[in-house]
Protein backbone atom coordinates (compact mmCIF):
# COMPACT_ATOMS: atom_id res chain seq x y z
CA UNK A 1 0.00 0.00 0.00
CA UNK A 2 1.38 3.41 -0.89
CA UNK A 3 0.90 6.89 0.56
CA UNK A 4 -2.84 6.85 -1.19
CA UNK A 5 -4.96 6.32 1.70
CA UNK A 6 -2.55 8.14 4.14
CA UNK A 7 -2.88 11.28 1.79
CA UNK A 8 -6.73 10.33 1.72
CA UNK A 9 -6.65 9.92 5.94
CA UNK A 10 -5.23 13.70 6.18
CA UNK A 11 -7.40 15.10 3.81
CA UNK A 12 -10.65 14.19 5.42
CA UNK A 13 -9.27 14.72 8.67
CA UNK A 14 -8.69 18.39 8.05
CA UNK A 15 -12.16 18.35 7.99
CA UNK A 16 -13.78 16.25 10.13
CA UNK A 17 -13.54 15.27 13.47
CA UNK A 18 -15.08 12.67 14.06
CA UNK A 19 -15.04 9.58 10.91
CA UNK A 20 -15.72 5.65 10.19
CA UNK A 21 -13.06 3.85 8.49
CA UNK A 22 -14.37 0.80 6.41
CA UNK A 23 -11.54 -1.31 5.50
CA UNK A 24 -12.10 -4.03 2.89
CA UNK A 25 -10.15 -6.84 5.18
CA UNK A 26 -10.51 -10.42 3.39
CA UNK A 27 -12.31 -11.53 0.42
CA UNK A 28 -11.99 -15.20 -0.75
CA UNK A 29 -13.37 -16.60 -4.00
CA UNK A 30 -11.79 -13.70 -5.43
CA UNK A 31 -9.05 -12.43 -8.41
CA UNK A 32 -9.47 -9.09 -7.18
CA UNK A 33 -6.22 -7.77 -5.60
CA UNK A 34 -8.66 -4.96 -3.36
CA UNK A 35 -7.75 -6.05 -0.10
CA UNK A 36 -6.92 -3.53 2.20
CA UNK A 37 -9.40 -0.87 0.32
CA UNK A 38 -10.89 1.37 2.31
CA UNK A 39 -13.66 3.67 2.64
CA UNK A 40 -14.11 6.92 5.21
CA UNK A 41 -17.26 8.30 6.25
CA UNK A 42 -17.22 11.63 8.03
CA UNK A 43 -19.70 12.58 10.69
CA UNK A 44 -20.87 15.37 7.75
CA UNK A 45 -21.63 12.53 5.48
CA UNK A 46 -18.63 13.12 3.12
CA UNK A 47 -17.07 9.99 2.01
CA UNK A 48 -13.90 9.32 0.48
CA UNK A 49 -12.95 6.29 -0.89
CA UNK A 50 -14.21 2.87 -1.93
CA UNK A 51 -13.10 -0.74 -0.86
CA UNK A 52 -14.45 -2.47 -4.05
CA UNK A 53 -14.66 -1.15 -7.49
CA UNK A 54 -18.47 0.16 -6.59
CA UNK A 55 -21.62 -1.05 -6.21
CA UNK A 56 -23.53 -3.17 -3.29
CA UNK A 57 -20.15 -3.57 -0.95
CA UNK A 58 -19.70 -0.14 -1.15
CA UNK A 59 -22.69 0.85 -0.54
CA UNK A 60 -22.79 -1.14 2.81
CA UNK A 61 -19.82 -0.27 3.59
CA UNK A 62 -21.12 3.41 4.46
CA UNK A 63 -24.47 2.21 5.59
CA UNK A 64 -21.91 0.59 8.39
CA UNK A 65 -20.01 3.31 8.85
CA UNK A 66 -22.87 5.51 9.71
CA UNK A 67 -23.89 2.90 12.60
CA UNK A 68 -20.58 3.22 13.97
CA UNK A 69 -20.41 6.40 13.81
CA UNK A 70 -23.43 6.71 16.02
CA UNK A 71 -22.78 3.49 18.59
CA UNK A 72 -19.09 4.19 18.52
CA UNK A 73 -18.02 1.07 18.30
CA UNK A 74 -16.45 -1.24 15.92
CA UNK A 75 -17.58 -3.72 13.64
CA UNK A 76 -16.71 -6.61 11.94
CA UNK A 77 -18.84 -8.00 9.22
CA UNK A 78 -19.11 -10.67 6.93
CA UNK A 79 -20.42 -10.28 3.90
CA UNK A 80 -21.89 -13.67 1.61
CA UNK A 81 -21.83 -12.76 -2.44
CA UNK A 82 -24.00 -15.07 -5.27
CA UNK A 83 -21.98 -15.60 -8.55
CA UNK A 84 -23.45 -12.48 -9.95
CA UNK A 85 -22.53 -10.05 -7.32
CA UNK A 86 -19.16 -11.08 -7.01
CA UNK A 87 -18.68 -10.93 -10.79
CA UNK A 88 -19.63 -7.43 -11.10
CA UNK A 89 -17.38 -6.63 -8.32
CA UNK A 90 -14.13 -7.74 -9.97
CA UNK A 91 -14.05 -11.45 -8.24
CA UNK A 92 -14.05 -14.75 -10.35
CA UNK A 93 -17.12 -16.32 -8.49
CA UNK A 94 -19.31 -16.19 -5.23
CA UNK A 95 -17.54 -15.93 -1.61
CA UNK A 96 -16.97 -14.16 1.26
CA UNK A 97 -15.65 -10.61 2.02
CA UNK A 98 -15.44 -8.96 5.55
CA UNK A 99 -15.30 -5.37 6.70
CA UNK A 100 -13.73 -3.89 9.41
CA UNK A 101 -15.63 -0.56 10.08
CA UNK A 102 -14.67 1.34 13.39
CA UNK A 103 -14.67 4.95 14.60
CA UNK A 104 -11.43 7.73 14.38
CA UNK A 105 -11.42 9.79 16.59
CA UNK A 106 -8.19 12.17 16.46
CA UNK A 107 -7.89 12.60 20.48
CA UNK A 108 -7.18 9.07 21.13
CA UNK A 109 -3.97 8.42 21.92
CA UNK A 110 -4.10 4.63 21.07
CA UNK A 111 -6.43 5.17 17.63
CA UNK A 112 -5.68 4.94 13.91
CA UNK A 113 -4.85 8.93 13.77
CA UNK A 114 -1.71 8.25 16.29
CA UNK A 115 -0.90 4.99 14.21
CA UNK A 116 -1.43 6.24 10.60
CA UNK A 117 0.25 9.46 11.79
CA UNK A 118 3.54 7.63 12.80
CA UNK A 119 3.67 5.04 9.22
CA UNK A 120 3.12 8.51 7.49
CA UNK A 121 6.59 9.90 9.04
CA UNK A 122 8.32 6.67 7.99
CA UNK A 123 7.12 7.00 4.47
CA UNK A 124 8.34 10.42 4.33
CA UNK A 125 11.46 9.08 5.01
CA UNK A 126 11.57 6.71 2.87
CA UNK A 127 11.05 3.55 4.77
CA UNK A 128 8.58 0.89 4.79
CA UNK A 129 5.83 0.43 8.08
CA UNK A 130 3.46 -2.06 9.42
CA UNK A 131 0.43 -1.26 10.60
CA UNK A 132 -1.22 -3.90 12.95
CA UNK A 133 -4.26 -4.27 14.55
CA UNK A 134 -6.95 -7.47 16.09
CA UNK A 135 -9.49 -8.14 13.79
CA UNK A 136 -11.68 -7.97 17.15
CA UNK A 137 -11.99 -5.93 20.39
CA UNK A 138 -10.12 -2.54 20.91
CA UNK A 139 -8.77 -0.42 17.78
CA UNK A 140 -5.27 -0.31 19.62
CA UNK A 141 -2.43 -0.82 17.19
CA UNK A 142 1.26 -1.83 17.05
CA UNK A 143 3.16 -0.03 14.15
CA UNK A 144 6.23 -1.43 12.76
CA UNK A 145 8.67 0.76 11.32
CA UNK A 146 11.76 -1.12 8.90
CA UNK A 147 14.20 1.21 10.83
CA UNK A 148 13.86 -1.69 13.93
CA UNK A 149 11.47 0.32 15.98
CA UNK A 150 8.15 -0.23 17.03
CA UNK A 151 5.08 2.25 17.90
CA UNK A 152 1.61 1.78 20.06
CA UNK A 153 0.28 -1.57 21.49
CA UNK A 154 -2.29 -3.97 21.03
CA UNK A 155 -2.51 -4.19 24.86
CA UNK A 156 -0.09 -6.61 25.70
CA UNK A 157 3.92 -6.41 25.43
CA UNK A 158 4.17 -10.19 25.21
CA UNK A 159 1.51 -10.14 22.53
CA UNK A 160 3.43 -7.50 20.76
CA UNK A 161 6.53 -8.84 20.87
CA UNK A 162 4.82 -12.42 19.33
CA UNK A 163 2.40 -10.77 16.41
CA UNK A 164 5.49 -8.51 15.73
CA UNK A 165 8.04 -11.77 14.85
CA UNK A 166 4.46 -13.21 12.72
CA UNK A 167 4.24 -9.66 10.86
CA UNK A 168 8.22 -9.55 10.18
CA UNK A 169 8.42 -12.81 9.08
CA UNK A 170 5.67 -11.74 6.06
CA UNK A 171 6.98 -9.35 5.45
CA UNK A 172 6.01 -6.01 3.58
CA UNK A 173 3.28 -7.34 1.05
CA UNK A 174 -0.14 -6.87 0.62
CA UNK A 175 -2.56 -6.55 3.07
CA UNK A 176 -3.66 -9.44 4.61
CA UNK A 177 -4.87 -11.15 7.78
CA UNK A 178 -2.48 -13.40 9.87
CA UNK A 179 -3.85 -15.48 13.04
CA UNK A 180 -1.02 -16.23 16.22
CA UNK A 181 -1.87 -19.77 17.40
CA UNK A 182 -1.11 -18.70 20.47
CA UNK A 183 -4.04 -16.32 21.60
CA UNK A 184 -5.89 -17.73 19.26
CA UNK A 185 -6.85 -13.67 17.98
CA UNK A 186 -6.87 -12.51 14.01
CA UNK A 187 -4.91 -9.34 12.94
CA UNK A 188 -4.99 -7.22 10.01
CA UNK A 189 -1.74 -6.08 8.82
CA UNK A 190 -0.96 -3.06 6.58
CA UNK A 191 1.47 -2.43 4.41
CA UNK A 192 2.75 1.35 3.67
CA UNK A 193 5.42 2.19 1.67
CA UNK A 194 6.96 4.91 -0.45
CA UNK A 195 5.19 5.77 -3.80
CA UNK A 196 7.08 3.73 -6.45
CA UNK A 197 9.12 5.56 -8.79
CA UNK A 198 8.62 6.23 -12.48
CA UNK A 199 11.28 7.88 -13.86
CA UNK A 200 10.66 9.18 -17.51
CA UNK A 201 13.49 10.10 -19.65
CA UNK A 202 12.68 12.19 -22.28
CA UNK A 203 10.46 15.15 -22.09
CA UNK A 204 8.00 14.54 -25.51
CA UNK A 205 4.42 14.22 -25.80
CA UNK A 206 4.10 10.52 -24.76
CA UNK A 207 6.06 11.50 -21.51
CA UNK A 208 3.38 14.70 -21.12
CA UNK A 209 0.49 12.17 -21.40
CA UNK A 210 2.23 9.28 -19.09
CA UNK A 211 2.92 11.29 -16.42
CA UNK A 212 -0.79 12.09 -15.87
CA UNK A 213 -1.67 8.59 -15.99
CA UNK A 214 0.64 7.05 -14.02
CA UNK A 215 0.31 10.04 -11.02
CA UNK A 216 -3.03 8.74 -10.80
CA UNK A 217 -2.20 5.13 -10.04
CA UNK A 218 0.04 6.54 -7.26
CA UNK A 219 3.78 6.86 -8.51
CA UNK A 220 6.87 9.35 -7.82
CA UNK A 221 7.45 10.94 -11.30
CA UNK A 222 10.38 11.95 -12.71
CA UNK A 223 10.98 13.56 -15.78
CA UNK A 224 14.19 13.72 -16.82
CA UNK A 225 15.97 15.68 -19.99
CA UNK A 226 19.04 17.18 -21.48
CA UNK A 227 16.85 20.00 -23.01
CA UNK A 228 16.01 22.84 -20.63
CA UNK A 229 13.18 24.13 -23.18
CA UNK A 230 11.40 20.69 -22.79
CA UNK A 231 11.32 19.64 -19.50
CA UNK A 232 9.22 22.29 -17.89
CA UNK A 233 7.03 22.98 -15.60
CA UNK A 234 4.62 24.05 -17.91
CA UNK A 235 5.02 21.36 -20.07
CA UNK A 236 4.77 18.80 -17.26
CA UNK A 237 2.92 20.43 -14.28
CA UNK A 238 1.84 17.01 -12.65
CA UNK A 239 5.44 15.73 -12.55
CA UNK A 240 6.83 15.54 -8.60
CA UNK A 241 10.30 16.53 -10.28
CA UNK A 242 11.86 17.85 -13.03
CA UNK A 243 15.62 17.37 -13.86
CA UNK A 244 17.46 18.99 -16.67
CA UNK A 245 20.84 17.54 -17.09
CA UNK A 246 23.23 14.51 -18.38
CA UNK A 247 20.23 11.55 -18.47
CA UNK A 248 23.35 9.02 -17.98
CA UNK A 249 24.29 10.84 -14.44
CA UNK A 250 21.12 11.38 -13.26
CA UNK A 251 20.24 7.51 -14.11
CA UNK A 252 23.26 6.66 -11.99
CA UNK A 253 21.75 8.90 -8.85
CA UNK A 254 18.17 6.93 -9.22
CA UNK A 255 17.24 5.04 -5.94
CA UNK A 256 18.52 1.43 -6.72
CA UNK A 257 15.26 -0.37 -5.61
CA UNK A 258 12.82 -2.50 -7.48
CA UNK A 259 10.32 0.15 -6.81
CA UNK A 260 11.99 2.33 -9.29
CA UNK A 261 10.83 2.18 -13.03
CA UNK A 262 12.83 3.33 -15.46
CA UNK A 263 10.56 4.41 -19.04
CA UNK A 264 13.12 5.82 -21.82
CA UNK A 265 11.36 7.62 -24.36
CA UNK A 266 14.31 9.70 -25.96
CA UNK A 267 14.77 7.91 -28.92
CA UNK A 268 18.18 9.01 -29.55
CA UNK A 269 21.09 7.05 -28.68
CA UNK A 270 23.33 9.58 -27.16
CA UNK A 271 21.12 10.12 -24.47
CA UNK A 272 19.68 6.40 -24.03
CA UNK A 273 22.43 4.33 -23.87
CA UNK A 274 24.54 6.20 -20.97
CA UNK A 275 20.86 5.31 -19.19
CA UNK A 276 20.93 1.96 -20.17
CA UNK A 277 24.59 1.47 -19.00
CA UNK A 278 24.06 2.93 -15.71
CA UNK A 279 20.49 0.83 -15.06
CA UNK A 280 20.98 -2.67 -16.15
CA UNK A 281 23.79 -3.51 -13.66
CA UNK A 282 21.21 -1.57 -11.10
CA UNK A 283 18.26 -3.61 -9.03
CA UNK A 284 15.47 -1.39 -10.58
CA UNK A 285 12.04 -2.97 -11.27
CA UNK A 286 11.56 -1.90 -14.78
CA UNK A 287 13.53 -0.76 -17.55
CA UNK A 288 11.64 -0.03 -20.81
CA UNK A 289 12.55 1.88 -24.06
CA UNK A 290 10.20 3.26 -26.45
CA UNK A 291 12.26 2.13 -29.81
CA UNK A 292 11.14 -0.14 -33.17
CA UNK A 293 12.58 -4.16 -32.71
CA UNK A 294 15.27 -3.54 -35.47
CA UNK A 295 16.58 -0.36 -33.37
CA UNK A 296 16.08 -1.96 -30.35
CA UNK A 297 18.54 -5.08 -31.41
CA UNK A 298 20.56 -2.39 -32.37
CA UNK A 299 20.87 -1.03 -28.89
CA UNK A 300 21.36 -4.34 -27.70
CA UNK A 301 24.47 -5.10 -29.82
CA UNK A 302 26.44 -1.72 -29.14
CA UNK A 303 25.57 -2.53 -24.87
CA UNK A 304 26.81 -6.22 -26.11
CA UNK A 305 29.86 -4.84 -27.32
CA UNK A 306 30.25 -2.96 -23.85
CA UNK A 307 30.43 -6.48 -22.22
CA UNK A 308 26.89 -6.34 -21.00
CA UNK A 309 25.53 -10.13 -20.67
CA UNK A 310 22.59 -11.88 -22.61
CA UNK A 311 20.72 -12.15 -19.20
CA UNK A 312 20.96 -7.94 -18.38
CA UNK A 313 20.26 -6.98 -21.70
CA UNK A 314 16.77 -9.30 -21.82
CA UNK A 315 15.86 -7.05 -18.84
CA UNK A 316 15.13 -4.02 -21.90
CA UNK A 317 11.34 -4.15 -22.77
CA UNK A 318 11.74 -3.45 -26.32
CA UNK A 319 8.94 -2.15 -28.04
CA UNK A 320 7.93 -1.00 -24.71
CA UNK A 321 3.89 -1.31 -23.21
CA UNK A 322 1.27 -3.96 -23.88
CA UNK A 323 0.57 -4.18 -27.55
CA UNK A 324 -2.74 -2.43 -27.94
CA UNK A 325 -2.22 -1.30 -31.53
CA UNK A 326 -1.58 2.25 -30.16
CA UNK A 327 -1.01 4.47 -32.54
CA UNK A 328 -1.65 8.43 -30.59
CA UNK A 329 1.07 9.98 -28.39
CA UNK A 330 -1.56 8.97 -25.47
CA UNK A 331 -2.37 5.58 -26.85
CA UNK A 332 1.31 4.79 -26.63
CA UNK A 333 1.58 6.40 -22.82
CA UNK A 334 -1.88 3.87 -22.30
CA UNK A 335 0.34 0.93 -23.20
CA UNK A 336 3.10 1.53 -21.59
CA UNK A 337 1.18 2.74 -18.21
CA UNK A 338 -0.78 -0.53 -18.06
CA UNK A 339 3.00 -2.79 -18.57
CA UNK A 340 4.25 -0.92 -15.38
CA UNK A 341 0.49 -1.66 -13.65
CA UNK A 342 1.12 -5.63 -14.68
CA UNK A 343 5.14 -5.51 -13.51
CA UNK A 344 4.39 -3.34 -10.52
CA UNK A 345 1.33 -5.97 -9.30
CA UNK A 346 2.94 -9.09 -10.24
CA UNK A 347 5.97 -7.93 -7.65
CA UNK A 348 3.93 -7.16 -5.05
CA UNK A 349 1.86 -10.21 -4.91
CA UNK A 350 4.80 -11.93 -4.64
CA UNK A 351 5.35 -10.18 -1.02
CA UNK A 352 1.85 -11.86 0.29
CA UNK A 353 2.89 -14.88 1.75
CA UNK A 354 0.15 -15.50 3.90
CA UNK A 355 -3.62 -16.26 2.55
CA UNK A 356 -6.17 -13.40 2.77
CA UNK A 357 -8.72 -15.93 4.07
CA UNK A 358 -11.60 -14.86 6.38
CA UNK A 359 -10.48 -14.21 10.10
CA UNK A 360 -11.06 -16.67 12.85
CA UNK A 361 -13.95 -15.80 15.36
Not at 186 to 208: H, L, Q, R
Not at 268 to 289: N, Q, S, T, W
Not at 315 to 324: D, F, K, L, N
Request: charged share 20%.
Amino acid sequence: MTQDVLTRFEALRRTEQRMAMATLVTATGSTSSMVGAKTFVGASGAIVGSVTIGGCIDSRAVEAADGVLASGEPSLLDIALADEEAWDLGLSCGGNVQLLVEPVVAADAHSVTEAYTVAGRAVAAGRHALVVRALTGSGFRLVLDSDGTRHGSLGDSTRDGRVAEIADARGAGAPCVVHDDVDGASYFIESFAPAPMAAIFGAGDVAAVLTRIVRELGMHVVIVDARARYATRVRFPDADEIRVGDPGAIAAELPATADTHVVILSHDYKFELPVLRHVLRAPVGYIGLMSSRKRGAALREFLAADGFTSDELARIRTPIGVHIGARTPAQVAVSIAAELVSVHTARSALGATVSGSPARA
